[in-house]
């Protein structure tokens, strides 16, 4: 699985190369950040996906200071790993945006289309599954 296969992806496909366009280009909205949105929409899939094999193997919960409370990372402060935890949840905002975004392309275009409820719902559980 790669991010060019949410480019190609016969159901999100267009969501994803219109907000590829919205954003300012592939240079803006990598590939790994189109895999990160890829993998969020497939998990949302379920057993519906054809991913199902590889996403279920993958970690459901981290326990690294990137998930860390606020309290925690307190413990950190003056040191290069709270710097980079700073950086990092400053992507990781950058990523939720994206994710409404792509809410909202996704919704837009069933609407368009005529309205497949199952879509939208699942175009739902997109920021809950980014959050969970």
């Not at 907000?19 to 949302?44: A, Y």
């Not at 991913?51 to 690294?64: G, H, K, S, T």
Request: proline residues 3%.
């Amino acid at each position: 699985m790669c991010g060019h296969h949410a480019l190609d992806d016969q159901e999100y496909g267009q969501a994803f190369r219109s907000l590829v366009g919205d954003v300012g280009g592939p240079s803006v909205l990598d590939q790994r950040s189109l895999l990160v949105l890829l993998l969020l929409l497939e998990r949302c899939k379920g057993q519906q996906s054809h991913w199902a094999p590889y996403i279920d193997m993958l970690p459901q919960q981290f326990d690294d200071p990137f998930w860390w409370s606020d309290n925690d990372l307190q413990l950190l402060q003056g040191t290069r790993l709270h710097q980079a935890v700073q950086h990092y949840n400053k992507g990781l905002q950058q990523l939720h945006k994206l994710v409404q975004q792509l809410e909202q392309i996704c919704v837009q275009q069933q609407q368009q289309q005529g309205g497949s409820s199952g879509g939208s719902s699942r175009g739902g559980a997109l920021s809950q599954a980014f959050q969970g």
